[in-house]
Every structure is written in C-alpha cells, then in structure tokens.
C-alpha cells in the first residue's frame, strides 16, 4: 500500500505560479515514477509531467517551458508558473512501480481565473 498526501493547490490569477506537493509513503522500493496528472470538466484526465527515481522528466505539450516537476526521494513537486485559464482543473497525483502498483492521490483544486 501507498499512501499519496496532495498540496498546494488554489486560486490563482492568469499569469500567476503555485507549487503542488506530493508526499507517498508505504511500501515503496526501488525504481518508480511519480507525476501529476489534471482533469479539467467534461474532459479525459491527462498527463502533466511525471519523473522517475531516476530524475527522468516528461511533460506534456502544454505546459513545457511553463511547469517544472521535480522530486526529493518520495516526494514530487510541480511548480506552475505562467498560469492560463486553460489549466483550471482537479490535479492528481500519481504513484507507479511495478511493485506495489498504481496508486492515485485524492487530487487538489487548481482554478486559474481573474
């Protein structure tokens, strides 16, 4: 089992920056991957950035150069800057490794208006 405790989320302004935490803890060893991912309303969830033990970074088309995933051990940060309306959604965190699995965070608010 793998606990995910979420942070940071809020209301933000266009143009503004907030910086998403994510804490696991539980059973984990060895080589994962940890990320957030994002459901805005009335669409699919999809990826944002995710990073391995490794410090291996992937990103989505549309938030590069804008958010920076980083992580210290089992914990992974997602700092946002340059906000747009258009990233308004339920960020999620996300926990894989082949042992114990898939575990998803309960998600935090991110709503980015004026």
């Known amino acids: 089992q793998v606990r995910l405790v979420e942070s940071g989320g809020g209301l933000v302004q266009p143009g503004g920056s907030l910086r998403l935490s994510c804490a696991a803890s539980?059973?984990?060893?060895?080589?994962?991957?940890m990320g957030w991912y994002r459901q805005a309303p009335g669409k699919e969830r999809e990826l944002v950035a995710r990073i391995t033990t490794a410090n291996t970074g992937t990103y989505a088309d549309s938030v590069k150069g804008r958010f920076t995933i980083s992580r210290d051990k089992n914990t992974v940060y997602l700092q946002m800057n340059s906000l747009k309306p258009e990233d308004t959604a339920v960020y999620y965190c996300?926990?894989?490794?082949?042992?114990?699995?898939?575990?998803w965070g309960q998600g935090t608010q991110v709503t980015v208006s004026s």
């Open positions: 996300r926990f894989e490794a082949i042992v114990p699995g898939l575990y």
């Open positions: 539980g059973s984990i060893f060895g080589f994962n991957t």
